[in-house]
């Protein structure tokens, strides 16, 4: 079965064909990145307007590349929610015409539930079941059951920002005006704090909530310890820099780490699947593949974390429940339980 997929929550203009939720047959983004840069951050109605300009370009593109006309797809895809509504609207409203016009299938997609499914393209191994699984992104750090592709309960998320909004609010805090998480990973790899002849003072961030009973994570408070930590030295160079940048990538893939075991110990699973756009990070890769000996842990090729439309096919394969076009609309605040 290919399904065409459509995603647009935030900047990026996405479309790709997936063949039975597990072969990618094209993949598609356009971002507008380059110009939020500009502002130093999202501007919403900035990227609905890039986003009305490609995506029809964008779903070409991904039709031409898996050399598939419209009609030879079986079935339609589209994120409905969480996110921007300007941008979401634009995916939406794209997807109801196409199934409109072709009387195709639309199927609608929770874009953090999907983000997991990324797992599922082209695995080394097949998934075993149960599993936990982390959704780790720039809007969301979330813990789920996943007894089957389509039974998933949640666990646990964070209670103010997202491990990757802790990366990026950190990252422009260092002067890095762009890349984020990427930009830490980066300047952290320079680092110099276990060097033998290092003269640098010690600096300690806090591991919020790592030993607390819950399955959550609060990662608003690493900004202003960063902040603080930071105005404690007079001159800024690189070396303070990266070495600040390391003991951030420390903080928060420690608690990632600790907090996805422990869920996975909770839950008896055979399994850990990470996602989204920090699951890209080579430190938080390195970490897990040290600590679980016994259990397999799945992390999607680097280019599948971040946002694109090939895990949004993916996901609507394996829960399918098409509905009417009339009935699909925009849902920007879609919480991270509701299965859709
Ligand atoms: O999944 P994603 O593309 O978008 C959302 O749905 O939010 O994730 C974007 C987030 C950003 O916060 C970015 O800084 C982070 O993923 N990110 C990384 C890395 N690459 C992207 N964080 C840490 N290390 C990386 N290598
Ligand atoms: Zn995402």
Redesign the pocket.
Known sequence: MKILAIES??D?TAAAVVEDGTKILSNVIASSTAMHRKYGGIVPEVAAREQIKCVIPVINEALENAKKDVQSIDALAVTVGPGLIGSLLIGVETAKTLALVTKKPLIPVN??IA?MFANFLSPAQPVEFPAVSLV?????TELFLMESEKKLTWLGGTLDD????A??KT?RLLGFAN????A??EAAQKNTINSTNSTNTPIKLPRPLLHDDSLNFSFSGLKTAVLRAWKKFETHDETLINNFAFEI?EA?TDVLVAKTIKAAQLHHTQSILIS???A?????RKKFNLNLSKLNIFFPP?EL???NAAYIASYAFFKGKPVDWHDITALPDLSVEENI
């Open positions: 929550s935030c990026e874009h953090v983000h780790v992104s720039g809007g969301h997202a491990a990757g909004e990366f990026d990252a890349g984020g998480g990427k830490i990973q990538q928060i989204g756009g920090v890209a990070n080579t430190r938080l680097i974390c971040t946002d």
